[in-house]
């Protein structure tokens, strides 16, 4: 096994989220990579996440605050420079979420904070939610990305976010907000520095000392090429359709919203937002639902193909909703 351990000396999110991206479409065999870097404000949107509707962007526009969309599934999330945020990038035999959590919390609680894993993709520190978690497969690559809370400003979340009725309805605002916390709670003395050192250290533990990792020439143009993506307009919003038909809900695995846009009753395409780990679904339902006839029993069927718990779910819920 090779290990590499890499800083950004970059606040930009479109910067930082090219070279994440970079990383991971490179892994190699026996490569593991942890990766850290602070974002200046930004909104940081989930892949299959329709901005349009997660982002207050008229407000985003005013602060200067950007839009950054990763290439992982999840929520939307607000981050400045009082967040840290790792980046585990592995090759497929070695990636072990559970081992790497390790790493994280081995660092936390060397630093006096009382931290575990919660939920499907939480760390807590004393019950108090103080970092999520994201994940993205391609090619033999996998990773494994999160944010640490350090002394973050909290109350700016709701600024740019649009939270809609149904998570306010199924979580409850003032709850949500209750459980997040930063972790100068916890440690008032805490940086930035002790935090990467510590993470370096307990990385070094698991996985053997860490060479630095330096990009070439090679290396820099091919992330000036993700970058370019990044900032783009096409991949950050360029996904807002108009469509015959919307059905938005929430389930225990995300928050999904279906629009399906029809000639004749036939559905001649489909696009599928949500806030699921499982990036997948983006691409999974609509392939599943082209051609199909609006009629609920047909378009459950379809669903059901796809043989997921998650799109057996949906497809219960289509059954309710549509007529058949």
């Known amino acids: 096994m090779k290990a590499y351990f890499l800083v950004s000396d970059s606040h930009d999110g479109w910067q930082n989220l090219a070279q994440d991206e970079y990383i991971l479409d490179h892994v190699k065999n026996g490569e593991i990579y942890l990766y850290i870097y602070i974002n200046a404000d930004s909104v940081i949107i989930g892949k299959n996440q329709n901005a349009w509707k997660e982002c207050n ?13 990763r290439i992982s599934g999840g929520g939307a999330v607000f981050h400045d420079i009082g967040n840290v945020n790792f980046s585990f990038i592995t090759s497929e035999e070695i990636y072990d979420v559970e081992r790497q959590l390790g790493v994280i919390l081995n660092a936390m609680r ?11 993709n939480d760390l807590t520190a004393d019950g108090k939610k103080f970092s999520g978690n994201a994940f993205c497969g391609r090619g033999i690559g996998r990773q494994h990305h999160g944010t640490l809370l350090i002394d973050t400003d909290l109350t700016r979340l709701s600024n740019y976010l649009q939270v809609s009725e149904l998570k306010i309805r199924s979580k409850g605002i003032d709850s949500v907000r209750s459980r997040v916390c930063n972790l100068k709670e916890f440690n008032p003395n805490l940086t930035t520095e002790n935090i990467i050192e510590k993470l370096k250290t307990a990385f070094a533990k698991e996985y053997g000392e860490p060479e630095m990792l330096c990009f070439d020439e090679k ?9 370019e993506k990044q900032a783009s307009w096409e991949w950050r919003l360029g996904q807002a359709p108009v469509f015959d038909y919307e059905l938005h809900t929430r389930f225990s ?3 999904s919203q ?4 029809m000639r004749d009753a036939v559905i001649k395409k489909a696009v599928f937002y949500t806030d699921a780990l499982d990036t997948s679904l983006s691409e999974e339902i609509p392939q599943a639902l082209l051609g199909k006839r609006f009629i609920g029993s047909e378009i459950a069927g379809a669903l059901k193909t796809i043989g997921k ?6 497809a219960e819920h289509i059954l309710r909703e549509i007529p058949s």
């Open 57 to 69: 962007l008229s407000a985003m526009e005013k602060d200067k605050v950007k839009l950054v969309r």
């Open 110 to 120: 060397e630093l006096g904070i009382p931290a575990d894993f919660t939920g499907r």
């Open 219 to 227: 290396a820099k143009e091919e992330i000036a090429a993700l970058y």
């Open 253 to 255: 695995w995300g928050e």
């Open 258 to 261: 279906l629009f399906l846009d």
């Open 309 to 314: 718990d998650s799109t057996n779910e949906l």
